[in-house]
């Protein structure tokens, strides 16, 4: 077998109406992301397991999807590709929670085909999370893919380029100035080696809980990054990034007709629907839904606390 096919495949059956796209979207940075894209409608997904390096190809067929693994980490990816393509999202109970406002409940309607994924893994997320603090997007995008670039590991499979996260134990021994001509102060930089000298333990989080508590006890991350991991690691439907730029405007737009809001109107406005006030926030996301701008524009986020 070459590292062009794969080592194993697997078939899941999504319920009627899912859209792989759009499950799995939090997954990629951008469409040039060095580690996840989608290309030709199948989506692609390079990591790191214990049994060794690994992507996953998720691709429509029929009404189902084949989940297709390759490399040394290809049975642990395909063991746990249904969560990753947002199989395992439990939606119990939202329906009644939606029906509580008409724009949520609408929309709900509407996107009952995205669902929300779950890696299982900490590190990677939480590097993109942590360049994503107090910049635009576009910067933090920067430094993401300069710093995997650094790094450079291709991954298995027939898709090329395609990189491999970086190790944890290689960013937490890699020194400040290394990170400096992606753009990234010292701040940052510091943060992110403090949590990948630290990621073994993370990844033995059992739960979202446990993980937000261990994430927050690092210096330089704070509820918006922890908020912001645990939503894609453990597909948490209630996790809110206090602390965006923008989130608080555009709850407060949708759900009370008000241009303006901050973290606590932002949160009474969720509080009906906890269990899945992450969920909705995703929701007003996807259906494109943005307070009105008064003023300079300002830049696309994050620009978020950390």
Same mark, same amino acid.
């Given at each position: 077998?070459?590292?062009?096919?794969?080592?194993?495949?697997?078939?899941?059956?999504?319920?009627?109406?899912?859209?792989?796209?759009?499950?799995?979207?939090?997954?990629?940075?951008?469409?040039?992301?060095?580690?996840?894209?989608?290309?030709?409608?199948?989506?692609?997904?390079?990591?790191?397991?214990?049994?060794?390096?690994?992507?996953?190809?998720?691709?429509?067929?029929?009404?189902?999807?084949?989940?297709?693994?390759?490399?040394?980490?290809?049975?642990?990816?395909?063991?746990?590709?249904?969560?990753?393509?947002?199989?395992?999202?439990?939606?119990?109970?939202?329906?009644?929670?939606?029906?509580?406002?008409?724009?949520?409940?609408?929309?709900?309607?509407?996107?009952?085909?995205?669902?929300?994924?779950?890696?299982?893994?900490?590190?990677?997320?939480?590097?993109?999370?942590?360049?994503?603090?107090?910049?635009?997007?576009?910067?933090?995008?920067?430094?993401?893919?300069?710093?995997?670039?650094?790094?450079? $590991? %291709?991954?298995? /499979?027939?898709?090329?380029?395609?990189? @491999?996260?970086? =190790? *944890?134990?290689?960013?937490? !021994?890699?020194? #400040?100035?290394?990170?400096?001509?992606?753009?990234?102060?010292?701040?940052?930089?510091?943060?992110?080696?403090?949590?990948?000298?630290?990621?073994?333990?993370?990844?033995?989080?059992?739960?979202?809980?446990?993980?937000?508590?261990?994430?927050?006890?690092?210096?330089?991350?704070?509820?918006?990054?922890?908020?912001?991991?645990?939503?894609?690691?453990?597909?948490?439907?209630?996790?809110?990034?206090?602390?965006?730029?923008?989130?608080?405007?555009?709850?407060?737009?949708?759900?009370?007709?008000?241009?303006?809001?901050?973290?606590?109107?932002?949160?009474?406005?969720? $509080? %009906?629907?906890? /269990?899945?006030?992450?969920?909705?926030? @995703?929701?007003? =996301? *996807?259906?494109?839904?943005? !307070?009105?701008? #008064?003023?300079?524009?300002?830049?696309?986020?994050?620009?978020?606390?950390?």
């Amino acid at each position: 077998m070459t590292d062009t096919e794969p080592a194993a495949t697997r078939v899941l059956h999504p319920p009627a109406g899912y859209r792989l796209a759009a499950s799995v979207r939090g997954l990629t940075f951008s469409p040039y992301d060095p580690c996840a894209r989608v290309a030709a409608g199948t989506f692609w997904w390079a990591t790191r397991t214990p049994d060794g390096p690994a992507t996953l190809a998720l691709r429509p067929a029929g009404g189902d999807l084949l989940a297709e693994g390759y490399g040394p980490g290809a049975e642990h990816v395909l063991a746990r590709a249904d969560a990753i393509a947002g199989l395992r999202d439990d939606l119990t109970g939202f329906a009644e929670l939606a029906a509580a406002h008409p724009l949520v409940a609408r929309l709900a309607r509407e996107h009952r085909g995205l669902r929300m994924p779950a890696t299982g893994q900490v590190f990677p997320r939480l590097l993109r999370a942590v360049f994503e603090q107090k910049v635009t997007g576009k910067e933090a995008y920067r430094a993401y893919a300069a710093t995997v670039r650094h790094f450079r $590991e %291709p991954a298995p /499979g027939p898709l090329q380029p395609l990189l @491999l996260p970086p =190790e *944890a134990t290689a960013v937490a !021994a890699t020194p #400040y100035w290394v990170f400096h001509p992606f753009g990234v102060e010292q701040r940052r930089a510091d943060t992110l080696r403090r949590a990948a000298a630290l990621a073994d333990r993370l990844e033995r989080c059992a739960d979202a809980a446990e993980a937000t508590r261990r994430l927050t006890a690092i210096a330089g991350i704070g509820p918006w990054t922890a908020a912001e991991v645990v939503r894609i690691v453990y597909g948490d439907a209630d996790a809110v990034s206090v602390g965006d730029y923008h989130i608080p405007n555009t709850v407060a737009w949708a759900l009370a007709g008000e241009a303006r809001g901050d973290d606590a109107r932002m949160l009474a406005l969720l $509080e %009906p629907f906890r /269990g899945h006030r992450g969920r909705v926030c @995703l929701l007003l =996301e *996807a259906a494109g839904i943005q !307070a009105p701008k #008064y003023g300079p524009r300002a830049p696309i986020r994050s620009f978020a606390r950390y």
